[in-house]
Nanobody, 117 residues
């Protein structure tokens, strides 16, 4: 059974930092395209960062320079380092894995990030 479990969310002040983790079981993250999505109340889910199996990364314009996606293949875990957080970064953050061989997406249940003073 495939599971993606996010952790690391919480309440942080503007300008602060958080590191989100996505631990996988049942799949090997090193072979997949991994992404972090977020969904704010009343808004659609959006992609904020992705990393390919060859470690090529891509970021939404709104987070470029502040968020960094990385992976630790030995731990089968993907991270999202979030710096200089803004009020508009408040959202539930979801981990996503795309298996290009099976053409299948996997999702975690998300972790809530709240940026507030």
């Amino acid at each position: 059974q495939v599971q993606l479990v996010e952790s690391g969310g919480g309440l942080v002040q503007p300008g602060g930092s958080l590191r989100l983790s996505c631990a996988a079981s049942g799949i090997t993250l090193s072979t997949m395209v991994m992404g972090w999505f977020r969904q704010a109340p009343g808004k659609e889910r959006e992609l904020v960062a992705s990393i390919t199996s060859s470690d090529s990364t891509n970021y939404a314009a709104s987070v470029k320079g502040r968020l960094t996606i990385s992976r630790d293949n030995a731990k089968n875990t993907v991270y999202l380092q979030m710096n200089s957080l803004k009020l508009e970064d408040t959202a539930r953050y979801y981990c996503n894995a795309y298996d290009n061989f099976l053409k299948r997406f996997y999702w975690g249940k998300g972790t809530l990030v709240t940026v507030s003073s």
